[in-house]
T-cell receptor
Framework: KNEVEQSPQNLTAQEGEFITINCSYS?????LHWLQQHPGGGIVSLFM???GKKKHGRLIATINIQEKHSSLHITASHPRDSAVYIC??????????FGKGTKLTVNP | DAGVIQSPRHEVTEMGQEVTLRCKPI?????LFWYRQTMMRGLELLIY????????DSGMPEDRFSAKMPNASFSTLKIQPSEPRDSAVYFC?????????????FGPGTRLLVL
């Protein structure tokens, strides 16, 4: 069983829609990471958070430590947001444990 | 900065051959990570270094895999002998200082196919 579960696995949306991707984990963390993997394969770190909420442009990441749950929201989605979004938990060391990813497709 | 540099970008080899993947981290970063990504298992940490010293190699699948970091600007991941099940994308990433305050910067990856 993966320690980090993401939902949904696949998500298709129309341009302009509000997107939510969920991540649950089973053990305590020091930080939760959200990453974006482009269709070409490159991986970019979007957020690293240990509490509360972070916002960058149209992307918002939230975390509830008590419920061991994090969400990534995309407002006013655009086709260029199409990518795989991966969450990863970090414990007491530098080691990341990854979810399987959510493939997002935003149609024009 | 040019970011994390990996070479080669693509590698096709035959079973039993030795494969060496190379990584140059971002200058000044003191952590270096090797990851493997497959369709079945997703992203997995293989090994990471701090100041050129291996800290956690529990993700290295077996003795056929080895990694070195002879200096702060270069690391290698070697597979000898290679097997078809090693086919995957191998990513190198680096970060500065210690977690959890610093994000990791990923290289473009090496796509390995073992026939």
């Amino acid at each position: 069983k993966n320690e980090v579960e993401q939902s949904p696995q696949n998500l298709t949306a129309q341009e302009g829609e509000f997107i939510t991707i969920n991540c649950s984990y089973s053990v305590g963390i020091s930080a939760l990471h959200w990453l974006q993997q482009h269709p070409g394969g490159g991986i970019v770190s979007l957020f690293m958070l240990s509490s509360g909420k972070k916002k960058h442009g149209r992307l918002i990441a939230t975390i509830n430590i008590q419920e061991k749950h994090s969400s990534l929201h995309i407002t006013a989605s655009h086709p260029r947001d199409s990518a795989v979004y991966i969450c990863a938990r970090q414990g007491g060391s530098e080691k990341l444990v990854f979810g399987k990813g959510t493939k997002l497709t935003v149609n024009p | 900065d040019a970011g994390v540099i990996q070479s080669p970008r693509h590698e096709v080899t035959e079973m039993g051959q030795e494969v060496t993947l190379r990584c140059k981290p971002i200058s000044g970063h003191d952590y270096l990570f090797w990851y493997r990504q497959t369709m079945m298992r997703g992203l997995e940490l293989l090994i990471y270094f701090n100041n050129n010293v291996p800290i956690d190699d529990s993700g290295m699948p077996e003795d056929r895999f080895s990694a070195k970091m002879p200096n702060a600007s270069f690391s290698t991941l070697k597979i000898q002998p290679s097997e078809p099940r090693d086919s995957a994308v191998y990513f190198c990433a680096s970060s500065l200082l210690s977690a959890p305050q610093e994000t990791q910067y990923f290289g473009p990856g090496t796509r390995l196919l073992v026939l």
